[in-house]
Structure formats: structure tokens, C-alpha cells
């Protein structure tokens, strides 16, 4: 069964850091690009980055140069690496994952089968 499992989130104040892990069981991770969204309370869902099976990677705006996303498909986990953080950062943190081409990943929610549970980030002081 095809599962994914977030790991990471907490509290955090503003400036700091957090690395998320996204961990795949089930299936072998290489042969999927994977997305990262967050949800706040009372928003809708949006993707803050997501990357290809071969490591191309893409972000929003809101969090360009802030988030880092990258992959270890030995590990069979994507992390999202997040610095100077702010407290509109504070979300629920879910990945997904979807066979794209090789070099293609999404940011829209409807383009992903496969989703996990979510894992909260709070930044606050």
C-alpha cells in the first residue's frame, strides 16, 4: 500500500528553522515527483514547492529563497529545508506524490493521487 508519512513539523519562532521529511513506503519514491502544500486555518491548500523524479525543483513565491527542497531517493524521502521562517509560515505541511514526466512537478493540489497526513508548523514567539 502506497503511503506517505510527514515528519518534523513543531514550533518555531520566528527566524528560525524546521526540516520536514516526507517518507515513502509501498512504492519506490525515484519513480515519482513530489509536492509540498500547506494548509492554514480557514485558507485553502497551496503548493509551496515541489520537485521532479530527477531533481528539478520548483517554489512559490511566498517562500523563494526561504524553503529548499531536495531528495533522497536511497532514503526514499523528500525533505523540505526551511529557514527565516515567519508566522504566515504556520500551516499544515502535507506532501504528495504523482508520476510526472521526468523533469516536470506540480504545484497544483489536483495533479496529486497520493497524499499524506500533514505535519504542523507553528511559528510564533
Known amino acids: 500500500q502506497l503511503q506517505l508519512v510527514e515528519s518534523g513539523g513543531g514550533l518555531v519562532q520566528p527566524g528560525g528553522s524546521l526540516r520536514l521529511s516526507c517518507a515513502a513506503s509501498g512504492f519506490t519514491l525515484d519513480d515519482y515527483a513530489i509536492g509540498w502544500f500547506r494548509q492554514a486555518p480557514g485558507k485553502e491548500r497551496e503548493g509551496v514547492s515541489c520537485?521532479?523524479?530527477?531533481?528539478?525543483?520548483k517554489y512559490a513565491d511566498s517562500v523563494e529563497g526561504r524553503l529548499t527542497v531536495s531528495r533522497d531517493n536511497a532514503e526514499n524521502t523528500v525533505y523540505l529545508q526551511m529557514n527565516s521562517l515567519k508566522p504566515e509560515d504556520t500551516a499544515v505541511y502535507i506532501c504528495?506524490?504523482?508520476?510526472?514526466?521526468?523533469?516536470?512537478?506540480?504545484?497544483?493540489?489536483?495533479?496529486?493521487?497520493?497524499w499524506g497526513q500533514g505535519t504542523q508548523v507553528t511559528v510564533s514567539s
Open positions: 520537485i521532479s523524479r530527477v531533481g528539478r525543483t
Open positions: 504528495a506524490a504523482e508520476r510526472f514526466a521526468d523533469y516536470q512537478c506540480s504545484g497544483l493540489t489536483g495533479d496529486y493521487g497520493y
